[in-house]
Structure formats: structure tokens, C-alpha cells
């Protein structure tokens, strides 16, 4: 059975740094594009970024572009989130999630179970 | 990236029909046939429901089917039942290479 564990998620102050950690299992985790995608408390869901099977497209989300990286390790099954310059804004379960088929985000047909950030001082 | 636009909430009896729109520009929606939509029980992650418009994953019910109509794409759920109580989010691949979610409309079943 297919299955996405995350991973990293806390507390930080305002202008801090926290890696987000995303496990793979079930399936051939190097030829899906990944996904994050985060929701704050009581909001609605936001796409955060994206990264191709083979790490050649990465996309991203105005609101965390340049503050954000998305990566990952095929060989591990692993994806990662590394965020610096965190906002109180940024406060959200994060999710990782699969894309059915394509090389960039339009369907996503695996979730996680999602990893909570509360950036506050 | 502003989000599509859906109505917050819409509710409807065991058994009848409802249906969410999703209100996208010429930018994403009535760009491409690539609309998604979820369904997102309280405390749980969100399930893929219907993509590109109007295909549903194995295991989802034939209750739910998608539709489109310029920049516009619909969610209509027919014999509802009291499972299908829910937040329902559509999305929509742009023209930017990014992905935008709607606001997310909680289905109510009276």
C-alpha cells in the first residue's frame, strides 16, 4: 500500500529555519513528482511547491519562493522541505502528497497524514 | 495566484443532489482540462475525488461526477449520504507551472 509519512515539524521563532521530512513507501517513490501542500489552522489548502521525479523542474509558490527549498532522494524514498525565514504566516499542517501522473502539479492521489509548524515567538 | 472561488458552504438531504462550483480565470481553469477536486473530512488529509475535470480514482463512488464550462468547473454529488459530510476543495494547474486550490466549501447533509 502506498503511504507518505512526514516528518520535522515544531515550533520556531519568527526568521527561523526547519527541514520537513517526507517518507515514502509502497510504491516506485522515483518516478512520481512530489508535492507540499500546507493548510493553517482552520484555512483552506495551499500549494506550496513541487519537484519532478528526477529533480530537473522544481516549482514553487510566490509566497515561499526564494525562502523555501524542495528536494529530494530518490535513493532514500525521502522529500524534503527546507524552510528559512519562516512568518507567523507560515504557520500550517504541511502536507506531501503524490502526483498521479504528471511532471508538475495537477492531481494529487497520495497524501500524508501532514506535520504541523507553528512559527511564533 | 489568487484562490478559484467556491462558495463556503452548501448542504442538501440524504438522497437529492448537490453541486459546487469552482470559479477560475482564463489563467488556470479555462486554460486546461486539469481541475481536481478533494474531499477533506474534519482532522484528516484531504482525497483526491475527481481530476482533470471530470475522471474519478478507482474507488470513488460514480455518485460523484466533475464537469466544466469555460472558467468554470463543477462538482455535483447525487444521492447524497450523510458520509459525504465534508470540506471540498477544487484545484486547478495554471498558466504559471503552479498549482492553485479553491477556499474550500463544507458540505453540509441536513
Known amino acids: 500500500e502506498a503511504q507518505l509519512v512526514e516528518s520535522g515539524g515544531g515550533l520556531v521563532k519568527p526568521g527561523g529555519s526547519l527541514r520537513l521530512s517526507c517518507a515514502a513507501s509502497g510504491f516506485t517513490f522515483s518516478t512520481y513528482t512530489m508535492n507540499w501542500v500546507r493548510q493553517a489552522p482552520g484555512k483552506g489548502l495551499e500549494w506550496v511547491s513541487s519537484i519532478s521525479s528526477r529533480s530537473n523542474f522544481k516549482y514553487y509558490a510566490d509566497s515561499v519562493k526564494g525562502r523555501f527549498t524542495i528536494s529530494r532522494d530518490n535513493a532514500q524514498n525521502s522529500l524534503y522541505l527546507q524552510m528559512n525565514s519562516l512568518r507567523a504566516d507560515d504557520t500550517a499542517v504541511y502536507f506531501c502528497a503524490r502526483e498521479r501522473q504528471w511532471s508538475f502539479p495537477v492531481a494529487f492521489d497520495i497524501w500524508g497524514q501532514g506535520t504541523m509548524v507553528t512559527v511564533s515567538s | 495566484q489568487s484562490a478559484l472561488t467556491q462558495p463556503p458552504s452548501v448542504s442538501g438531504s440524504p438522497g437529492q443532489s448537490v453541486t459546487i462550483s469552482c470559479t477560475g480565470t482564463?489563467?488556470?481553469?479555462?486554460?486546461?482540462?486539469?481541475v481536481s477536486w478533494y474531499q477533506q473530512p474534519p482532522g484528516t488529509a484531504p482525497k483526491l475525488m475527481i481530476y482533470?475535470?471530470?475522471n474519478r480514482p478507482s474507488g470513488v463512488p460514480d455518485r460523484f461526477s466533475g464537469s466544466k464550462s469555460g472558467n468554470t468547473a463543477s462538482l455535483t454529488i447525487s444521492g447524497l449520504q450523510a458520509e459525504d459530510e465534508a470540506d471540498y476543495y477544487c484545484?486547478?494547474?495554471?498558466?504559471?507551472?503552479?498549482?492553485?486550490f479553491g477556499g474550500g466549501t463544507k458540505l453540509t447533509v441536513l
Open positions: 482533470e475535470v471530470s
Open positions: 484545484s486547478s494547474y495554471t498558466t504559471s507551472s503552479t498549482l492553485v
Open positions: 482564463s489563467s488556470d481553469v479555462g486554460s486546461y482540462n486539469r
